[in-house]
């Protein structure tokens, strides 16, 4: 295969893809608008079952992609140039495993073709989440700690 006749992903570094290429490498998964805590003595980073306010659990997308920064001043938005540092992505995810010089999971809706993809994988955390608005004290999220959302999903294989 040629690098013409090859994907974007494995042509581009992520620092010269135009936007929609960028945003075509999100899977839909939702890992990454959970909330987390860090633990102060290893510095682990520990997911939740509770997702941002602004997450729709059963579309596993953001309600207001555009504004989310001004509604959620915290969101981190991912670039080329902070990957590196967010070490809380998920494992599975593409920005992060191209980043890392690996390859895009066979369950990714830019290899398959579906979009439905990631949650017919069992990777997404699709109507599996309760949104930080529940709690009067987001430090209680603590409670619905998802330790196995922390794992390597990337080997998961499609459902159906």
């Known amino acids: 295969m040629t690098a013409a006749t090859k994907p974007f992903w ?4 992520l620092s010269q893809m135009n936007r929609t290429e960028w945003e075509s490498l999100c899977d839909g998964c939702g890992l990454c ?6 633990d102060e003595d290893t510095g682990e980073v520990i997911p939740t079952r509770v997702h941002c306010k ?10 207001d992609y555009p504004n989310r920064k001004k ?3 915290d969101c981190i938005k991912l670039t080329p140039h902070n990957i590196e540092a967010l070490e809380w992505m998920p494992k599975s995810c593409a920005y992060r495993r191209l980043h890392e010089g690996k390859d895009l999971p066979r369950w990714h809706p830019l290899i398959t073709g579906d979009p439905d993809s990631t949650h017919k994988a069992g990777v997404s ?4 989440t309760v949104s930080e608005t529940a709690f009067a004290d987001i430090e ?5 700690m998802a330790m196995e959302w922390a794992e390597d999903r990337s080997n998961w294989e499609p459902k159906g």
């Open 54 to 63: 602004l997450f729709n659990p059963d579309s596993c997308t953001c309600t």
């Open 140 to 144: 209680d999220a603590i409670d619905f």
């Open 33 to 38: 608008c959970l909330v987390r805590f860090e």
């Open 125 to 128: 955390i699709r109507g599996q």
């Open 10 to 13: 494995e042509t581009k570094p």
């Open 71 to 73: 509604y959620v001043p």
